[in-house]
């Protein structure tokens, strides 16, 4: 057998080793690299519990993931970072960049997970100190995102939902093609959801809502409400006899609905959706999870001709 | 002698730097084989140009033992260089590595230089033999390849004092939580500031002070108002900021935007850089900032996931 056990240069000028630098427990799947350093305490979350906080790599149409051509990656978890001590800050944290398939644009979204409520961690009040540019409270809608929220410019904005800190961020080099702010705040209300939908109750005080189709519970989960709009996933308005078509491509996600003559069109990030009667602003934007679109439920229902009684946790869905 | 030299004047296989022009090189090796003696090809390129720069074989030689790399020097300036030593014997094997080749021994605070700083460095900087002509280069590969993310935090977090205070002459970047951001490089200009210093450092370059337009503050208004600039990876503007952070010695480095629409800060005079910066001051006029006109980042080991929350290193 053949092996080098040691080939040494010997120098006649200078020579400096390199630093040797810490690697804790990490691993790569592709383009993400994982770190834990739960060695002492731990959140319970692993690599899969925060992919479930942010969207997939192809679920964002017009973008896809690219690794960075110096360090070879496209997302970044950290699991129980500083949970190699015995107390102090606990948190875990996924960080995932895609790039527009045709501006190269660069599109960032990182989740931050604690161990208590996010706000014993993260507030307005802390990013106001040393900070290159002052963030204005608020999200580009003006509708109540999270539990704070707060804007950098028309590019970027932060809230914070329960135990999660969300940063949504968009860079473009050209003037003309700046970004609008409702576009990263369509992506942050997805986000939102996906917390509020976490199994390990993220959001911490979310409950799903029941919806009724002829009397009948459907999609038992899948509804929820997102500051006060109940917000569901397409399939469940099928329940209640809705004709749906998806046209997914690399570029746009849209999902026609029709009922009775009467027909929607809702596309993935869009505040609007087509009608037979026109443009109509929606009141939360659409957004993907799982595989489909999910939708204001009774703007959308409403437009098929249904009829919205809701009460409590519970809406019903009733034909006219 | 500087810190981390290498006493024993001897590294093993893996990324080693070195000074340019250095020759009398010797490769000690060692490999097992069923034979005693066979041939060793070394080969040499520089990566930069992809072009081999240095080839000899060695016939007959024994399966350990060493041998003069004869004739070969590194080249004069910035680059990496790639080796490739073949043992033909029973049958045959081969390993590579590569080495830096920079203007002197690093500095501080990349004293001892970390590799993938180097890998950088050595890339973006490949070609100049001079100081000037390398920050320049590194200056401009930073603008070019980076993106500013608007001035928000980033992989810098500041001191407190015992009682909580902030203290204003120095900060703590996370290195290596800036090199694995899935956008490297991204981050603000305290980032872009502290990074440049790495990387102007780790080829031998002393320019490492970093200097503020003004002190920290725990603010609800912004200082002053920009020039027309170009910020890495956006488009032109006129920011408003609280404050700006950049590399000075006796002159002025900024990889983190240009004037206007092109015109590098690459090595400007203090009060030209001044003057280009500012438009008009809208609250505080500039200060020395910090109090003792300037610092040295303290650099970070730690991964990104080990970061403290904004804003505080301690």
């Given at each position: 057998?053949?092996?080098?056990?040691?080939?040494?240069?010997?120098?006649?000028?200078?020579?400096?080793?390199?630093?040797?630098?810490?690697?804790?427990?990490?691993?790569?799947?592709?383009?993400?690299?994982?770190?834990?350093?739960?060695?002492?305490?731990?959140?319970?979350?692993?690599?899969?519990?925060?992919?479930?906080?942010?969207?997939?790599?192809?679920?964002?149409p017009?973008?896809?993931?690219?690794?960075?051509?110096?360090?070879?990656?496209?997302?970044?978890?950290?699991?129980?970072?500083?949970?190699?001590?015995?107390?102090?800050?606990?948190?875990?944290?996924?960080?995932?960049?895609?790039?527009?398939?045709?501006?190269?644009?660069?599109?960032?979204?990182?989740?931050?997970?604690?161990?208590?409520?996010?706000?014993?961690?993260?507030?307005?009040?802390?990013?106001?100190?040393?900070?290159?540019?002052?963030?204005?409270?608020?999200?580009?809608?003006?509708?109540?995102?999270?539990?704070?929220?707060?804007?950098?410019?028309?590019?970027?904005?932060?809230?914070?939902?329960?135990?999660?800190?969300?940063?949504?961020?968009?860079?473009?080099?050209?003037?003309?093609?700046?970004?609008?702010?409702?576009?990263?705040?369509?992506?942050?209300?997805?986000?939102?959801?996906?917390?509020?939908?976490?199994?390990?109750?993220?959001?911490?005080?979310?409950?799903?809502?029941?919806?009724?189709?002829?009397?009948?519970?459907?999609?038992?989960?899948?509804?929820?409400?997102?500051?006060?709009?109940?917000?569901?996933p397409v399939s469940l308005l099928k329940e209640a006899g809705t004709e749906t078509t998806v046209n997914r491509t690399?570029e746009e996600w849209v999902v026609t609905l029709k009922r009775n003559g009467r027909w929607v069109k809702v596309k993935a990030?869009s505040?609007?959706m087509e009608t037979g009667?026109?443009?109509?602003?929606?009141?939360?934007?659409v957004?993907p999870?799982?595989g489909e679109l999910i939708v204001?439920?009774?703007?959308v229902a409403?437009a098929l001709?249904?009829?919205?009684?809701?009460?409590?946790?519970?809406?019903?869905?009733?034909?006219? | 002698?500087?810190?981390?030299?290498?006493?024993?004047?001897?590294?093993?296989?893996?990324?080693?730097?070195?000074?340019?022009?250095?020759?009398?090189?010797?490769?000690?090796?060692?490999?097992?084989?069923?034979?005693?003696?066979?041939?060793?090809?070394?080969?040499?390129?520089?990566?930069?140009?992809?072009?081999?720069?240095?080839?000899?074989?060695?016939?007959?030689?024994?399966?350990?033992?060493?041998?003069?790399?004869?004739?070969?020097?590194?080249?004069?300036?910035?680059?990496?260089?790639?080796?490739?030593?073949?043992?033909?014997?029973?049958?045959?094997?081969?390993?590579?590595?590569?080495?830096?080749?920079?203007?002197?021994?690093?500095?501080?605070?990349?004293?001892?230089?970390?590799?993938?700083?180097?890998?950088?460095?050595?890339?973006?900087?490949?070609?100049?033999?001079?100081?000037?002509?390398?920050?320049?280069?590194?200056?401009?590969?930073?603008?070019?390849?980076?993106?500013?993310?608007?001035?928000?935090?980033?992989?810098?977090?500041?001191?407190?004092?015992?009682?909580?205070?902030?203290?204003?002459?120095?900060?703590?970047?996370?290195?290596?939580?800036?090199?694995?951001?899935?956008?490297?490089?991204?981050?603000?200009?305290?980032?872009?500031?502290?990074?440049?210093?790495?990387?102007?450092?780790?080829?031998?370059?002393?320019?490492?002070?970093?200097?503020?337009?003004?002190?920290?503050?725990?603010?609800?208004?912004?200082?002053?108002?920009?020039?027309?600039?170009?910020?890495?990876?956006?488009?032109?503007?006129?920011?408003?900021?609280?404050?700006?952070?950049?590399?000075?010695?006796?002159?002025?480095?900024?990889?983190?935007?240009?004037?206007?629409?092109?015109?590098?800060?690459?090595?400007?005079?203090?009060?030209?850089?001044?003057?280009?910066?500012?438009?008009?001051?809208?609250?505080?006029?500039?200060?020395?900032?910090?109090?003792?006109?300037?610092?040295?980042?303290?650099?970070?080991?730690?991964?990104?996931?080990?970061?403290?929350?904004?804003?505080?290193?301690?």
């Open positions: 057998m053949q092996r080098w056990s040691l080939v040494v240069l010997i120098l006649g000028g200078l020579t400096v080793l390199m630093v040797g630098q810490s690697r804790g427990r990490e691993w790569r799947i592709d383009g993400t690299l994982i770190r834990d350093s739960g060695v002492v305490r731990s959140l319970d979350l692993n690599a899969e519990d925060m992919e479930r906080l942010i969207y997939g790599v192809d679920e964002i017009g973008y896809e993931c690219r690794p960075n051509p110096y360090n070879g990656i496209h997302t970044l978890i950290g699991l129980n970072s500083n949970g190699d001590k015995l107390s102090g800050w606990l948190r875990s944290h996924i960080v995932r960049g895609w790039t527009n398939v045709s501006t190269v644009k660069l599109l960032r979204v990182e989740v931050r997970v604690y161990d208590k409520p996010a706000s014993e961690y993260e507030t307005y009040e802390n990013y106001r100190w040393g900070t290159q540019v002052l963030p204005v409270k608020g999200s580009f809608s003006g509708l109540p995102l999270g539990e704070e929220c707060f804007r950098y410019g028309k590019k970027q904005i932060w809230f914070r939902l329960g135990r999660c800190v969300v940063e949504i961020a968009l860079l473009v080099r050209r003037e003309e093609e700046l970004a609008d702010g409702l576009y990263i705040e369509a992506l942050a209300w997805g986000i939102a959801y996906r917390v509020q939908q976490h199994p390990k109750r993220l959001g911490m005080a979310q409950r799903a809502m029941t919806v009724l189709v002829a009397q009948r519970p459907v999609a038992q989960g899948a509804a929820m409400s997102l500051a006060g709009v109940t917000v569901a690399r990030f505040w609007e009667k026109g443009r109509v602003k929606l009141e939360r934007p957004f999870y799982k204001p439920l009774r703007q409403e001709g249904m009829v919205v009684h809701q009460r409590g946790q519970t809406i019903a869905l009733m034909a006219k | 002698m500087p810190p981390g030299l290498d006493t024993s004047r001897a590294i093993p296989t893996f990324s080693g730097c070195y000074k340019v022009g250095t020759g009398g090189f010797s490769l000690a090796y060692s490999v097992e084989d069923q034979v005693e003696f066979g041939t060793l090809l070394v080969v040499v390129w520089d990566e930069g140009a992809g072009e081999r720069i240095w080839q000899r074989t060695y016939d007959f030689v024994p399966r350990r033992g060493q041998v003069v790399l004869e004739g070969f020097v590194l080249p004069s300036y910035i680059t990496s260089v790639g080796f490739q030593v073949t043992w033909s014997g029973c049958g045959v094997i081969f390993t590579r590595f590569n080495v830096f080749v920079v203007l002197d021994a690093p500095k501080m605070p990349m004293d001892p230089a970390w590799v993938s700083v180097l890998r950088i460095s050595c890339q973006w900087a490949r070609g100049e033999s001079t100081p000037d002509g390398a920050a320049s280069a590194l200056t401009q590969k930073l603008w070019e390849n980076g993106h500013y993310n608007g001035g928000r935090p980033g992989y810098t977090r500041y001191f407190r004092d015992p009682n909580g205070w902030p203290v204003d002459d120095g900060e703590r970047f996370y290195l290596r939580a800036f090199l694995d951001d899935p956008w490297f490089p991204y981050g603000q200009c305290n980032d872009f500031a502290n990074f440049l210093i790495c990387l102007i450092t780790s080829i031998s370059n002393p320019t490492n002070k970093a200097r503020r337009t003004h002190q920290l503050l725990f603010t609800d208004a912004a200082n002053f108002r920009t020039n027309w600039i170009t910020p890495a990876g956006q488009s032109p503007t006129k920011a408003e900021w609280t404050y700006h952070q950049f590399v000075s010695t006796n002159r002025v480095w900024d990889g983190c935007l240009t004037f206007g629409e092109g015109i590098f800060v690459i090595g400007m005079e203090f009060n030209g850089y001044k003057a280009g910066l500012v438009e008009v001051i809208l609250r505080y006029d500039w200060q020395s900032a910090p109090p003792a006109g300037w610092f040295v980042p303290e650099v970070s080991a730690i991964s990104a996931d080990q970061i403290p929350p904004w804003p505080w290193a301690n």
